[in-house]
């Protein structure tokens, strides 16, 4: 069983960058596709990117597109979210996930394992 723990994020002005990382622990990292999510306050938990074991493969949020990148390095066992040109409606606690399906699955329930989030908070 994976334990996932998320870092990096912090309280930024729009247009900033930040990257989160996930580290893994406990299981063959590389046997897990991986993602992002977000939940911002009254909200329900939103996909923003996915990359599948190998990393050859992603899929993102239209909304982040162009200003987020995932990716990861299966030799330090983590999983990295670039964000770029940060918007205030990016605000929102983020979480790493991952399945033992080799997927670019956008929903929740896809997912087995969880990190307990870290926050991100862009003023405008």
């Known amino acids: 069983q994976v334990q996932l723990v998320e870092s990096g994020g912090g309280l930024v002005q729009a247009g900033a960058s930040l990257r989160l990382s996930c580290a893994a622990s406990?299981?063959?990292?590389?046997?897990?596709?991986m993602a992002w999510f977000r939940q911002a306050p009254g909200k329900e938990r939103e996909f923003v990117a996915a990359?599948?074991?190998?990393?050859?493969?992603?899929n993102y949020i239209d909304s982040v597109k162009g200003r987020f990148t995932i990716s990861r390095d299966n030799a330090k066992n983590t999983v990295y979210l670039q964000m770029n040109s940060l918007k205030p409606e990016d605000t929102a606690v983020y979480y790493c996930?991952?399945?033992?399906?080799?997927?670019?699955?956008?929903?929740?329930?896809?997912?087995?394992?969880w990190g307990q989030g870290t926050q991100v908070t862009v003023s405008s």
């Open positions: 406990g299981g063959t990292f590389s046997s897990y596709a």
């Open positions: 996930a991952a399945t033992r399906l080799n997927i670019l699955g956008w929903s929740p329930k896809q997912y087995n394992y």
């Open positions: 990359i599948n074991r190998s990393g050859g493969n992603t």
